[in-house]
T-cell receptor, first 113, second 112 residues
């Protein structure tokens, strides 16, 4: 079975540019999560969806960040405009249902110059 | 305000010995705790979990202990193997389904 698929694996962009990260959850999973990993703060939850509906976006740092889940098999995390402090590894994860263990993708390493 | 804290950024252990990774939490509402392991360039993978109604859960070489009064949990790996070298994240949630809160992680190095 394919796991959670994220693209791109690496993204290098310049400050001010728009960045879009993509995620395909495991088929049949109803919950999807976006996390950001930094050295200082570890893994931070940005937003999570249940049945394609955003449930909690309190972790989204600023209005520059937005996330969508147009259908059960696809989600995007967009940063516009990007800033150097957004540089981090962004993980997408999915679970069968709320409360079930998470399955993570391999992450997107974002570098904003 | 970190609700889940892993105060040891790194730990080095000799192969065959016990590895003990610690985690403290502040939110008394947490009722479900998990450990995830992460290798470089990969996403975290689930390792072991424990609910607040238990104080111990064992799976092979891995055992998680929960001390609710101290708001502390620990992961024991016995015996440690070089392949256990990874970053270990402690995580917690409440109300069975609320968001999972992670600690900052502990880098474990098992020396052969």
């Amino acid at each position: 079975d394919a796991g959670v698929i994220q693209s791109p694996r690496h993204e290098v962009t310049e400050m001010g540019q728009e960045v879009t990260l993509r995620c395909k959850p495991i088929s049949g999973h109803n919950s999807l999560f976006w996390y950001r990993q930094t050295m200082m703060r570890g893994l931070e939850l940005l937003i999570y969806f249940n049945n394609n509906v955003p449930i909690d976006d309190s972790g989204m740092p600023e209005d520059r960040f937005s996330a969508k889940m147009p259908n059960a098999s696809f989600s995007t995390l967009k940063i516009q405009p990007s800033e150097p402090r957004d540089s981090a590894v962004y993980f997408c994860a999915s679970s069968l249902a709320r409360g079930e263990k998470l399955f993570f993708g391999s992450g997107t390493q974002l570098s904003v110059l | 305000d970190q609700q889940v804290k892993q105060n040891s950024p790194s730990l080095s252990v000799q192969e065959g010995r016990i590895s003990i990774l610690n985690c403290d939490y502040t939110n008394s509402m947490f009722d479900y705790f998990l450990w995830y392991k992460k290798y470089p360039a990969e996403g975290p993978t689930f390792l072991i979990s424990i609910s607040s109604i238990k104080d111990k859960n064992e799976d092979g070489r891995f055992t998680v202990f929960l001390n609710k009064s101290a708001k502390h949990l620990s992961l024991h790996i016995v015996p440690s193997q070089p392949g256990d070298s990874a970053v270990y994240f402690c995580a917690a949630s409440w109300e069975y389904g609320n968001k999972l809160v992670f600690g900052a992680g502990t880098i474990l190095r098992v020396k052969s």
